[in-house]
């Protein structure tokens, strides 16, 4: 309602200066008839800006903003420019309201991401179903979510089966599949069935409060530019009124020019707010951080989006960063007898737990059972069935059973497997490198920065997996605390200038991305270690992320950049121009507003992300 | 203490930015960030003294922009 009387307004008093320059232009008036036109015009659309500088004055606060216009256009009319008195309120009041536009419009956005918090939870107490809100469930209780709803707390499925839209936690439009014993999140929807959920954290430690706090808090960290820009609006505005003054009293002194040179002085005054630039910077980064949150990247603060646009170092975690963190079968050796090594390594394996095994029953479940299986400690498993003796394990299983076998060079586990003392072939087994990877390291090599892959795993596969990936350098054979010391040889030895970002699952690394210059997490969903220890948290864990961040961050960085460069060389072009007397107050009013309004629309363009594209 | 207030009718950033540099150079404030956009107060201050501080930084909001309001104070 305020707003659309706001516009009105606006465009009522536009529409009356119009028509009374035109007027003023074609009817010869009378001075008086004139100012009263542009008085009546003036304070239809000024009063309020009249009042609260009334109120500001009886307050002490003679650099606010409202104070200076009054000033400026009052001082116009006592010189006797009317119709300039009226045009720098008019387009001042234009420039008000869209700044304000633009802000509701942004704070609207965060709102709407605020709308993953859960309004209510359905508990179940003895058999029946009350509904709570959220902060009054305890740990252990039993929660009812139905189709549409939001899982109001972190917890275990118990009952029921559904997907769940995890959109607005992870950025991932793909629905995941849930049944009993599953983990869930809190914010994520339920798309199908009833489930019955069992709360495993408050509200306040489940994920969607998380989030929510992460979010809502991360304009607290100021970067650098919102500083600087702080600290001249400080230093700005007594400084323009100063050489306001300074110009009204000096030059008439010698040539007697007083009119002149106060309406010279009075157009400083119009250009001395610097509202355009302060609102504009942190805008941008609001915009920016606002936008990556969407793809489910989540930037803790203005100095971590300017940190991360500088990051020309990426050093990454291996296992469940770059590669997915569980064996699969790689190769088999000979290829053309795939499907008799696999058989009856299952066959062998079926009894076992071991992550070796397990991928290689996925790869091929057990065909028969009934065998007598024999595990030997750091060789492998001996199984037998009538007159059926299957080896499956290392070379020392193959050796001490004097198998023939064809020793496999490859990076890796291998398992040779064996049947009946004859040698059939080896199996690879190695942890499964992501999808996206490959296209990943390519794409930040391209753009000339440093990778380097840190991994507590051996020599052999840790130089197999960086050559296929691509990766610029790698240290191997690393225990945890090792990591910290190398990632801190790293930040030792780099460049000044140079700013160095650790990428890792957020569990075990918490350590090394607390370390980094930037620390980026990943797979942050439901890990509150992660979520607390970085910079950078990543809902999901896909790699391709990492280069829209960095994006993003550049972008935002390039607009604040772009925003101070040009509203302050306009602000002191007018001031020049307006020192020499060749722009006047609407000159002024018109670049001040006109400033305003481009760095906050070019401010919104940081925000804009789509479908994982910078656009 | 660390709290965070909302703020109503914060309507101008170099308000905020204003807010901020007057409430830090209170006596016991250890830390203050003033959120234009989220319309977010955060205040961290000694114990002892913050009921004082309270006051004193309600004070500076009205001073600055009399229409914004501290919610929860």
Redesign the interface.
């Known amino acids: 309602m305020k707003k659309d009387f706001e516009l009105i307004r606006i465009i009522v008093s536009a529409v009356l200066f119009a028509a009374g320059i035109l007027v003023s232009r074609l009817v010869e008036m009378a001075w008086w008839a004139e100012l009263i036109v542009f008085i009546v015009i003036y304070l239809f659309i000024g009063y309020d800006i009249l009042i609260r500088a009334g109120k500001n004055i009886i307050r002490g606060q003679v650099f606010d903003e409202n104070f200076l216009m009054v000033i400026a256009t009052v001082g116009a009319f006592v010189i006797g420019e009317y119709p300039e008195a009226a045009a720098v309120m008019v387009f001042y009041q234009v420039g008000e309201y869209f700044q304000n536009y633009a802000v509701a419009k942004s704070r609207k956005s965060i709102s709407e991401l605020m709308n993953i918090r859960p309004d209510i939870a359905v508990v179940l107490r003895d058999g029946v179903e009350v509904t709570v809100s959220p902060e009054e469930v305890e740990i252990g209780e039993e929660i009812i979510i139905r189709a549409g709803e939001r899982i109001p707390l972190d917890g275990v499925v118990v009952r029921g089966e559904s997907s769940l839209d995890m959109a607005a936690l992870t950025g991932e439009s793909l629905p995941r599949e849930c049944k009993a014993g599953d983990n869930v999140l809190s914010g994520s929807i339920n798309m199908g069935g009833l489930i019955a959920v069992r709360a495993e954290k408050l509200f306040y430690d489940s994920t969607v409060s998380k989030i929510l706090d992460l979010v809502e808090n991360a304009a607290g960290k100021k970067a650098k530019a919102e500083n600087f820009i702080t600290k001249f609006a400080k230093y700005y505005t007594p400084a323009v009124v100063a050489l306001a003054v300074l110009i009204a009293i000096l030059p008439p002194i010698f040539d007697g020019q007083w009119a002149e040179w106060v309406h010279r002085a009075l157009t400083f005054l119009v250009v001395s707010c610097p509202c355009a630039l302060v609102i504009s910077v942190p805008l941008s980064f609001f915009g920016g951080i606002g936008g990556a949150s969407g793809e489910g990247i989540l930037i803790k603060g203005g100095s971590y989006m300017e940190m991360l646009s500088k990051a020309n170092v990426f050093v990454f975690d291996k296992t469940g960063t770059l590669t997915k963190g569980e064996f699969a079968v790689k190769e088999v050796l000979p290829e053309a007898r795939r499907e008799e090594i696999l058989r009856w390594a299952a066959v062998a394996e079926s009894g076992s737990n071991h992550p070796i095994a397990l991928s290689i029953l996925k790869e091929c479940p057990a065909s028969e059972s009934g065998f007598d299986i024999r595990e030997i400690a750091g060789e492998g498993i001996v199984a037998q069935k009538g007159n059926v003796t299957v080896f499956s394990g290392n070379a020392r299983l193959m050796e001490e059973n004097g198998i023939k076998f064809e020793p496999v060079d490859r990076a890796g586990s291998v398992v040779y497997v064996a049947k009946n003392g004859e040698y059939l072939g080896a199996i690879v087994v190695a942890d499964a490198i992501k999808d996206d990877t490959k296209d990943v390291i390519a794409s930040l090599r391209q753009s000339g920065y440093r990778t380097v892959m840190l991994t507590g795993d051996n020599k052999a596969i840790a130089e197999s997996v960086a050559k296929e990936i691509g990766i610029d350098e790698y240290r191997a054979e690393l225990l945890p605390a090792d990591k910290v010391s190398e990632l801190d040889r790293i930040i030792a030895e780099k460049d000044a200038k140079d700013v160095v970002a650790f990428v890792g699952d957020g569990i075990n690394d918490a350590p090394v991305i607390m370390r980094a210059d930037v620390g980026i997490a990943m797979g942050g969903a439901g890990s509150d270690s992660a979520i607390e220890a970085s910079d950078v948290v990543l809902m999901h864990d896909k790699l391709s992320a990492i280069p829209l961040a960095k994006k993003t961050a550049s972008k935002t960085m390039k607009i604040v950049f772009q925003n101070i460069v040009f509203a302050i060389a306009v602000k002191v072009i007018v001031l020049i121009l307006s020192a020499f007397g060749i722009a006047g107050m609407w000159m002024a009013v018109f670049a001040d507003v006109g400033v305003s309004v481009i760095a906050i629309l070019n401010a919104m363009r940081a925000g804009r992300i789509n479908n994982g594209k910078i656009s | 203490m660390k709290k965070?207030y909302r703020l109503n009718n914060l309507?101008?950033?170099?308000c905020a930015?204003k807010m901020?540099?007057n409430i830090a150079k209170i006596d016991g404030v250890t830390s203050v960030?003033v959120?234009?956009?989220?319309?977010?107060l955060?205040i961290e201050a000694k114990d002892e003294c913050f009921e004082e501080v309270k006051s004193k930084m309600a004070a500076v909001v009205k001073?600055?922009e009399?229409d914004c309001e501290i919610l929860g104070l």
């Open positions: 965070v309507d101008c950033a170099n930015a901020e540099r960030s959120n234009f956009l989220a319309q977010k955060t001073k600055i009399p």
